[in-house]
Nanobody
C-alpha cells in the first residue's frame, strides 16, 4: 500500500503562484507515471497534469497549459502553479499510475493522496 501526502495549498489572490508537493510513503515513485487532478465542489475530478516515469513526457489540461508545470525527483512530485485564476479553485490530488506512462485518465491511477485545497480569490 502506498500513501501519498500533498501539501502547499492555500488561499491566494488571482495572479499569484503556488507550488504543490506530493511525497510517497515508499520514498520513491519508482518507475510509475504520476499525475495531478483537481475537483471543485459539485464537479467531477478532472485531469490537470501528468508526467511519465522518466519525466520526459508531460501532459497538461488545456486550461492550465502555459501556467502550470509538473516535475518530479526520486521522492517528490511538484506542481508549480503560476498566474492562478479563480477557476483554479479546487482540491488538488496527486496520484501514482499503474504504469510508467503519463495519462489523463483517472482509471490509470491506483494510488491517490488525500488532497490539498487551493482557493484563488478575484
Amino acid at each position: 500500500q502506498v500513501q501519498l501526502v500533498e501539501s502547499g495549498g492555500g488561499v491566494v489572490q488571482a495572479g499569484d503562484s503556488l507550488r504543490l508537493t506530493c511525497v510517497s510513503s515508499r520514498r520513491t515513485f519508482s518507475n510509475n507515471g504520476v499525475g495531478w487532478f483537481r475537483q471543485a465542489p459539485g464537479q467531477e475530478r478532472e485531469f490537470v497534469a501528468a508526467l511519465d516515469w522518466r519525466g520526459g513526457n508531460q501532459m497538461y489540461a488545456d486550461s492550465v497549459k502555459g501556467r502550470f508545470a509538473v516535475s518530479r525527483d526520486i521522492a517528490t512530485v511538484y506542481l508549480q502553479m503560476n498566474s492562478l485564476k479563480p477557476e483554479d479553485t479546487a482540491v488538488y490530488y496527486c496520484a501514482v499510475a499503474r504504469r510508467a506512462i503519463a495519462s489523463a485518465a483517472v482509471s490509470e491511477y491506483n494510488y491517490w493522496g488525500q488532497g490539498t485545497q487551493v482557493t484563488v480569490s478575484s
